[in-house]
């Protein structure tokens, strides 16, 4: 199996930085196997970006199962915290695939950063966002037409940074060529919507999705910090 990759990442229309983080920073090609990964970070002033950068670096490095690359994402930010308290408080959403030599990708998820499945045409999302409005969605208590304009629509119920003790979503969905796979920020998902995702990763290759993804959030109003990674599968 042979993976190929085009990343992005846009500080948006409104925000003065850029807190959300990703890996690998380039566009790149790998047999597997290969971790890539978004994170959203959180916190105000420099908190944000120091949190997702602090976990994004730490489960880079790290070995083992995604899992433990999240768990030690978590510690590293309770880590610097303690070296400076100033930040306390900041923490990340992490949303990670490893593209399988074996041709099975896996993935591993906090917070309301997405991955999303691009086959035959067809947009499903892999990932459950770990937010209020995603709970009362699946309670019954909103419908879909009211998630977009909820007052709590950015309140996210997991992250990392929040508790020493975490709990991680993960799941693997086997892969073929043609197949697309799409990890983002909520900066991309918030501002357009299922089928103009799918539109993009259409497009012929995985850099014209990604910037694509971005101009439109842009285009939308761009209210937050738009990061997309688009890996093809040939
Ligand atoms: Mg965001």
Not at 54 to 65: C, I, L, N, Y
Not at 178 to 196: Q, T, Y
Request: with cysteine; charged share 25%; proline share 4%.
């Amino acid at each position: 199996m042979s993976y190929h990759w085009a990343v992005a990442t846009d500080r948006g229309r409104i925000r003065k930085i850029n807190e959300d983080s990703l890996y690998p920073p380039t566009s790149g090609r790998s047999e597997g196997p290969a971790v890539v990964l978004v994170a959203d970070g959180m916190g105000g002033h420099i908190a944000g970006e120091r949190a997702s950068a602090v976990a994004t670096e730490r489960a880079v490095e790290s070995k083992g199962s995604l899992k433990e690359r999240v768990e030690a994402a978590n510690i590293a930010i309770f880590e610097e915290i303690d070296r400076h308290p100033e930040l306390a408080g900041m923490g990340t959403t992490m949303t990670l695939f490893e593209l399988g030599e074996d041709g099975v990708v896996r993935f591993a998820h906090v917070g309301d950063s997405r991955a999303y499945l691009f086959r035959d045409g067809e947009l499903s999302q892999l990932t459950t966002d770990h937010t209020v409005v995603a709970e009362y969605l699946r309670r019954g208590t909103i419908t879909p037409d009211e998630v977009a304009t909820h007052p709590q629509r950015s309140l996210i119920t997991r992250a990392l940074g929040l508790q020493p003790d975490i709990e991680i979503d993960t799941g693997e969905e086997p892969v073929g060529p043609g197949d697309r796979l799409l990890l983002c920020s909520d900066g991309v998902n918030a501002m357009i919507d299922d089928e103009s995702i799918a539109d993009s990763l259409d497009l012929e290759t995985p850099e014209e999705a990604v910037w694509d993804l971005v101009e439109k959030a842009n285009r939308a109003g761009g209210h937050d910090n738009i990061t997309a990674i688009v890996v093809q599968v040939d």
